[in-house]
């Protein structure tokens, strides 16, 4: 847990060392979980959103995409049910005056539980080394069926009444397993209350004429209400989908884990329409398909898992998430979700417009399914940041930070680097740049001993580091070194360019 906690602190201090994340208005102390994305951020965020719209729209003849407004008519929200049931149970603490959110504080109760079982299990797998046969003893061993038994029955009980909204029996919960505040200890709570995330403004300039609108909290109604817009004028046939990248916003009771949380964020989402009954395959095939987007990027298979859903929303009929491995633990980074007909029939019942389409093979016309793919950008954006983030021992007892981002979604794809400030050398280099930078994202760097410099952009992620020495003015060589492996090699200039196409190539690493 400290070593995790480690790990997390070092992932934020890198992030805004490097300019890739700082706290939103740092100069007046910065607004809670609103946070700026610096130079090398934007860029790898940039980065991240075109690896997934290519392979979304860009591969799928049967995709498009789309932008649609952030505010939009109210009745929408009334609609897709957010107004009446998009809500958190939030509870407070008498004494430290803290805000949590219920379930939570008996989810993490839960995770300690299961921490304790998996102690054991570590325990016995170190006891009994290759001879451990982990489910026979999960199976037997009393003291983890014991543990795993009260964790089950507490998450039990917690999505019972969750879905009953019976926020009684969560307190109950609650004073029952004498959860305490986690900042002070106190176990003097209040009742647990329904707190509604959607951030609210206005519309129009008086305060009489003004209209109240909503921040969207999530980008999938922009989606819905164009559908015939985009199924007419596309001349889309079922099966189809609609992609769109863009802000949410959410007022989060606890909005902590720097990025992971946040009160305004963005969702890569793409909802694919289908024909009733046939949602549940499709929901298996972007399933595997996201599965493979994810693999591509070679963050490592072990840092992921799919949580399917036994309690679902309201509008779904087979949930599940993609959870990854971040700094404090698996969590959420992708939601993918069969919707049913549930949001185009509401818009069609409140708007009075038909949402519908005709099936020519069918000869009918009907509501279309959806399945939805909903990733958070910036939940990916600490996916990759945090598992890039190593600290390596060396040769002769020393260390390096390396961030080793995926080659494709490196903010800077290479370095430029005069051996020395003279003699001609910065001068060649800054031909170079000039060559490359019509293809790629290039830095230039002339300043400190090469040896720092390269450390420098090891820790900012840049793939490869090109240095030019006093033998290139008669070789046009240059030394190429690899972020990752640190291995040289000397290459013509002329050969610069695709030796660097060849690592950031979209199909090559689609294909992975
Ligand atoms: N407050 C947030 N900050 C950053 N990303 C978010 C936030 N809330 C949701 N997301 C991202 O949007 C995706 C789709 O939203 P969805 O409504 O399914 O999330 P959710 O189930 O409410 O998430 P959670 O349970 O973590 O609150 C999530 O998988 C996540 O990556």
Known sequence: MAKQQDKFKQVIAHAKEYGYIFSSSE?????????????????LKKNIKDYWWKSMVQLHDNIVGLDAAILMHPTTWKASG????FNDPLIDNKDSKKRYRADVLVEDYAEKINQKAQKEIAKAKKRFGDKFDEAEFVSTNPRVIRYKTEEKEILERLAKSLTNEDLADVKALIEELEIACPETGSKNWTDVKQFNLMFGTKLGASADSATDLYLRPETAQGIFVNFANVQKTGRMKIPFGIA?????????IVARQFIFRQREFEQMEMQFFVRPGEELTWFEKWKETRQQWHASLGLGE??????????????????TDIEFNFPFGFKELEGIHS???F?????????GKKLQFFDPEMNKNYVPYVIETSIGLDRMFLAVFSSSLQEEELEGGTSRT???????LAPYKAAILPLVKKDGLPEIAQEIVDDLKWDFNITYDEKDAVGRRYRRQDAAGTPFCITVDHDTKDDHQVTVRNRDTME????PIAELKSLIQKEVDFKTWMKK
């Open 82 to 85: 957010h107004v009446d049931a």
């Open 27 to 43: 100069i007046y102390d910065g607004l809670s979980a609103v946070y700026d994305y610096g130079q090398n951020g934007a860029e």
């Open 244 to 252: 769109q990248i863009g802000k949410a916003f959410r007022n989060e």
């Open 302 to 319: 072990e840092n992921y898992r799919f949580h399917d859903h036994e309690k679902m929303a309201h509008y779904a009929n087979a949930a």
């Open 339 to 341: 919707r049913t007909d």
């Open 343 to 351: 949001d185009l029939k509401a818009h069609e019942e409140h708007s």
């Open 488 to 491: 040289q090699k000397r290459v």
């Open 402 to 408: 390396v961030l080793k981002l995926p080659a494709i």
